[in-house]
């Protein structure tokens, strides 16, 4: 893993959506995992200041999401959808003919997910996967304990997965307790994974996936096996780290072309 702390979350998702952007002027159809929730705000906005002031070009590139509530349509404005429209997709010249949201509202659900796989395949894979980390150490909707190895499919969200998300819809009974996400064998193919995690609620998170054992019981520490895989952290969710000098060390001696310019 390559771990990358900086100052805030303010730097730490500018570095991010220049990591992104890198991707898509290299391979202008790149095939871009996304993922929704609060962390990867900032960097959604950098990527569209980049789009009007800089000329990024997203009318070539595919995205997948991660995961989608089982229920919610695509108007409706908790839904995963409704979220990447609003924060994204909207404001940059992208084709939403080639953004991918799994269907919530699908009648067969199972056919959903096995046809999400089949379309990522179809895309050529995905070249860069965004994500977050729950507090739970969750990656997409995969809660502790599900298989290291899953793909897309059906989960059911945790009690504190819940009461994290709770806030947006009002209670938690009005929650969906299900959600469609990609597996965790779904993202470790993906070609890169770039996940973000900021703030005091992760601390635990972070060093579980970084620092401890490969378990389901954290599904993030799945990382450890991707063959490149970065983290970025800001100073507060790196605070557990026992090797973070090791890792600001590692940052700061790079090879001119491993650094993030
Ligand atoms: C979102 C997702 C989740 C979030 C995680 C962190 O698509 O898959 O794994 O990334 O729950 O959420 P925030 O960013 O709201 O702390």
Redesign the pocket.
């Known amino acids: 893993m390559e771990v990358l702390i900086r100052d805030s979350a303010e730097t730490g998702c500018v570095l991010g959506a220049k990591i992104m952007a890198s991707v898509i002027r290299e391979k202008p159809n790149a095939v871009l995992g996304l ?6 705000l900032r960097l959604y906005q950098e990527l569209i200041r980049l789009h009007r002031n800089e000329g990024l070009d997203f009318s070539k590139v595919t995205t997948f ?3 989608e509530y089982v229920g919610l349509p695509a108007d409706h404005p908790q839904s ?1 959808r409704f979220f990447m429209q609003e924060n994204l997709f909207r404001h940059i010249n992208i084709d939403l003919a080639r953004t991918n949201v799994p269907n919530g509202t699908a009648t067969d659900l199972h056919l959903e997910c096995r046809s999400y796989e089949e379309r990522i395949v179809a895309a050529g894979g995905i070249d860069i996967q965004l ?4 507090r739970n150490g ?4 995969n809660e502790p304990t599900g298989s290291l190895r899953s793909r897309t499919w059906i989960k059911i969200l945790s009690e504190q ?1 819940l009461r ?2 709770s806030e947006v819809f009002g209670s938690l009974e009005s929650m969906p307790k299900h959600a469609i ?1 990609m597996g965790i064998g779904t993202i470790l193919d993906a070609r890169r994974c770039l996940l973000l995690a900021f703030g005091p609620a992760k601390v635990r998170a972070v060093e579980d996936m970084v620092e401890g054992p490969l378990s389901a019981i954290c599904p993030g520490s799945a990382l450890q096996l991707h063959p490149r895989a970065a983290i970025i952290l800001d100073e507060t969710s790196s605070a557990g780290l026992h090797y973070a000098d090791h890792y600001r060390w590692v940052d700061a001696h790079k090879l001119d072309w491993q650094k993030y310019v």
């Not at 993922?35 to 990867?40: E, I, Q």
């Open positions: 993922a929704t929730g609060r962390t990867p999401n991660l995961d995963y994500l977050g980390l729950g969750h990656i997409g909707f997965t994290d998300n996400t």
